[in-house]
């Protein structure tokens, strides 16, 4: 298995496999929603505000995720927002998804991030370092229909010191279909 945060030229690829993996896991509907969501994120999100990590099996891509800057213009801290991520079916539970979580969080680390969030199982991202979150220690960018999804992790090595004021992502997730 190889791991790699270098995805150029291989946004099809990603997508498809983003596509399928939902459409698998949680019907077609959702399938071409995620895969709406990862290609704009392909699309338009400018360089500096993307970090893309994908798992590798015999030079094909078998799991991909996404990390989006996410502002917190009252807070002087650096944070990005986990979404979407998807293993391969034929490659779910063998540890790729979170050796590929640990992978990105550490280059995020390295790259002077402070804080990730995400939104989605608790069970699987508490796996990976996350922590229930409220509201109030970080305003999310939309209004969360499961507010008990909301999930966030300082990468300084310290506990998660509240985020100030209010918040905005990119606009490839701006949509409240995503949250
Ligand atoms: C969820 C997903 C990313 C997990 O990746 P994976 O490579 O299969 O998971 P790993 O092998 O790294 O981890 C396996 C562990 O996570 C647990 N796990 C796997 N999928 C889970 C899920 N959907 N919910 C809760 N726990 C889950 C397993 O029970 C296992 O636990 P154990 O280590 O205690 O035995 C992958 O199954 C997937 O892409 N699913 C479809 C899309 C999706 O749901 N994405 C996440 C949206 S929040």
């Keep these: 298995m190889e791991l790699t945060s270098n995805f150029k030229e291989r946004g099809g690829e ?7 993996t939902f459409a698998a896991s949680e019907g077609d509907a959702e399938g071409q929603l995620v895969g709406r969501m990862a290609a704009d994120i392909l699309a338009t999100v400018a360089k500096d505000d993307l970090l893309v990590f994908t798992a590798l ?3 094909k891509i078998v799991g991909a995720i996404m990390f989006t800057r ?14 979407p991520v998807a293993i391969g079916a034929s ?12 992978y990105g969080l550490k280059h995020l680390r390295d790259a002077g991030v402070d804080v990730a969030l995400t939104y989605g199982n608790i069970k699987y991202y508490t796996k ?7 509201d109030a220690q970080a305003q999310p960018p939309l209004p969360l229909r499961y507010p008990h999804g909301w999930l966030g992790q300082s990468l300084k090595g310290d506990g998660f010191a509240p985020l100030k004021g209010s918040s905005h992502c990119v606009e ?4 409240p279909a995503y949250w």
């Design 91 to 102: 490659h779910q539970g063998q540890g790729v998804g979170q050796q590929l979580l640990h």
């Design 128 to 134: 990976v370092g996350f922590a229930q979150i409220t």
């Design 70 to 83: 996410i502002s917190y213009p009252q807070d002087p801290r650096t944070v990005f927002v986990l979404s």
């Design 172 to 175: 490839a997730l701006n949509d």
């Design 14 to 20: 990603i997508v498809a496999l983003i596509t399928s």
């Design 57 to 59: 099996e015999a030079g």
